[in-house]
């Protein structure tokens, strides 16, 4: 072996492995706001940064009762008002009582399947700041062989502190009525995916972030008045949205959610119909709400005319925040786009950066025509 072969030997022995590129400012948003916790009703960590980036456009903030927020950017003209929007909360749980010796027991805040409680990782949000937890699972050496198909019920689930006791979890901060979220890291894959928790619905406030961004950064003059709503706890029944359309008093609604993407193992079209990498999708029907038809096909319209793809999806057990605008006041336009997502309602969920920013476009493309006209007409029954 010569010494220069030697050399490069050692050199390749230690040099680093190739460091992944380093994330852009789209990246960086969707690490933290699906990094953040926030389960239904604990929602205050994705509330600061929601509220942190449109205060950095100079929006107008205002909340409603239930915590949700409504942004709107400077010069935005008086005109048809329209609601984007996007929820601030994710499937958790709740500490339900502190057993006597220290351990966690649990309910759900969302829902999840029982196979997604046991053997994960979990933030409990307690008064003294968050606090590590794990949802246990008995061994499979003590398992008899007939039990280690089984799937544990939420009633057995229980949380691991560290804790001995009950005072001493009470010691970290713990309380019962806490709120509990996944912990996840955010995770680059190959194909631009990001793995991550939460992405229902923190890509949706992505999406919304991102094209307020845009708007503010290149003087994109939208014609309407957008109202960027922030909602809370849609994930134990809308709650957040039914407060906030009356504040946001929207002439028409656009729900940005995380799609269902039905293209992995064990799933198929029958059930959902997106796919990661076919661009962003719309909700033809699901269990809240038929969309309004004009407003449907007017994405159509505009996606073929941009030249961005757009696919489709009926579902029949989703239901989303813009059921709670098309039934505000005496019934409004509403339609639910998407970010394709995998294994929504569990630890972690792959997305796909092109669709992301294809969804960007595509709200920022429609919001650019609908106009007074554009909106009035999409709203009228007339024959
Ligand atoms: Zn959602």
């Not at 706001?33 to 456009?57: D, I, K, N, Q, T």
């Not at 927020?69 to 958790?92: C, F, K, Q, W, Y």
Request: glycine fraction near 10%; proline fraction near 7%; aromatic fraction near 8%.
């Amino acid at each position: 072996m010569t010494r220069c072969f030697a050399m490069l030997l050692v050199c390749m022995l230690v040099a680093p492995p190739a460091r992944a590129q380093e994330p852009d400012a789209t990246a960086r948003l969707l690490r933290d706001l699906s990094e953040a916790p926030g389960p239904s009703g604990f929602e205050e960590a994705v509330r600061a940064l929601v509220v942190g980036e449109y205060r950095a456009l100079g929006a107008e903030i205002a909340f409603d009762g239930l915590g949700s927020v409504l942004a709107t950017l400077p010069g935005s003209p008086n005109g048809p008002r329209i609601m984007v929007t996007a929820h601030l909360d994710e499937v958790g749980l709740m500490v339900q009582y502190i057993t006597d010796d220290g351990f966690l027991r649990v309910r759900n805040l969302g829902g999840f399947l029982d196979q997604a409680y046991p053997d994960q990782r979990w933030t409990v949000l307690g008064r003294n700041g968050p606090i590590q937890a794990f949802s246990g699972l008995p061994t499979v050496h003590v398992t008899p062989a007939d039990q280690r198909a089984r799937v544990w019920s939420l009633s057995e689930i229980f949380l691991d502190v560290g804790a001995t006791s009950r005072a001493e979890a009470e010691g970290l901060g713990i309380r019962p009525g806490d709120g509990i979220a996944p912990w996840s890291p955010f995770t680059v894959l190959p194909n631009g995916r990001y793995a991550a928790k939460a992405w229902d619905d923190r890509v949706g406030l992505a999406v919304m972030i991102a094209a307020a961004r845009r708007i503010r950064a290149e003087g994109i003059r939208v014609p309407a008045r957008v109202v960027w709503v922030a909602t809370s706890q849609e994930e134990v029944g809308l709650r957040g949205a039914q407060t906030a359309v009356d504040l946001a008093d929207a002439d028409l609604g656009i729900s940005v959610e995380a799609g269902v993407a039905a293209d992995y193992p064990g799933i198929g079209p029958t059930q959902a119909q997106e796919r990661l990498g076919r661009g962003p999708g719309i909700f033809l029907l699901d269990s809240s709400m038929i969309p309004n038809r004009k407003l449907r096909d007017f994405f159509f319209d505009v996606a073929r005319a941009e030249g961005i793809p757009l696919q489709t999806d009926v579902l029949t057990g989703y239901g989303e925040d813009g059921a709670e605008i098309q039934l505000y006041d005496t019934g409004r336009p509403a339609v639910n786009i998407t970010v394709p997502a995998r294994y929504l309602h569990a630890h972690t969920g792959v997305i796909q950066r092109s669709d992301f920013d294809q969804a960007v476009e595509l709200l920022i493309q429609v919001l650019l025509r609908l106009d007074a006209d554009a909106v009035a007409e999409i709203g009228s029954f007339e024959p």
